[in-house]
DNA sequence: ACCCTTGTGTCACTTTGTGACATCAACTAT
DNA sequence: ATAGTTGATGTCACAAAGTGACACAAGGGT
């Protein structure tokens, strides 16, 4: 049991995302970020791997909850059921979120090295999502196919349910864009 | 006109990508790549904002083929041909670069950062197409659903074709995606 | 009391990235 | 041709991001 706990970590994302708020990203400093926490740089890496990771480690949280709600469920299921329910999960667990989320999505957009960890990270998910879906018992090169388009539609909904106040719920938007997917090819331009 | 024309960058890029394939990433400094292309490093800086950078540099000439080939024609189209046209045509394009884009994909798996890097590269490529899309006469909202799954399925087929030596093409590759991303919803798991 | 673990501090150092100014060859205009 | 301009590069100084090695101190268990 750690003798001075989890409480140092919390203090350095607080301060780096109000830091990063209301100075920019790029004019903080993890110096500034350290001192403002109370601890000296060296501790700021080593709790994040560099000063982009600050932003993301809380979302290593959710990773294991939806691996759980692919594996957890057996016999068979259609692609898009199983899809629905993962996804709607997933935005179900965000969605309170919504305030932290948007502030965070601000200092991210602002900096396009941001958007790039954002979705490495997700990236890493689609993975381990896809390794789920083949022990879930859907065929491999399919698997990779749902885990890309699943992550796709849920990037979507998520970054326009940030973007529009009052809107539809991140759960609702999700399950829109999968009931629509399917016609979406159809689509034809009108000129 | 330039004096020295662009030969700098070029020597700049091949030393950094032999740099990076032998001794790794992280082990190349900027300035022994620039020292080896007979350059300082601060000119490195000036033709890519970070070291990361140069090895992504040269695909900025495939965004206006991709844009172009969307806007080229007029009339209505169906949402699928026009996106087999459009991945067809960049597949077409780096198909005979393979052994090049392997190497470079080695360096790029071998770090999370620089998947960060490729996948923000194509995000922003994203966007333009969904403002291509938008005005070749699609709705807005399926635009964005369109560009999002066609650079998903892209992506999907590019690292798929680069890990599978004397396999299918790119291009075949892509053909075949857009042609069973229908199907594939209503594929059912095993277990 | 003793060790052992664990979070943190300190220090020195490399690497990345930038701003300001100097240089020098080639092109342009008179 | 002479002078001025332009553009790529070099030089220098410096801030900020990371890292490795070692020290220290508090708490827990034997």
Redesign the pocket.
Known sequence: ?????E???RRLVDAAISQFVDRGYAE????NI?LAA??????F???F????EVLFADDDDLLPLLIGVIAEDTGPVRADVQMRKALGTLAAAVESRRDLLKRRQRVIDSHIALSGRELAKQARWQKDVTTALIGRGFPPGQSEILAAIGFALFRQCLHAWLADDGGPGLEARVGDALSGVRSVLDVRSSR
């Open positions: 049991m750690p003798r001075w706990p409480d140092s970590r903080s400093t993890v110096e350290a109370g601890v000296t740089p060296r501790t890496f080593r709790y791997a560099d000063k982009e």
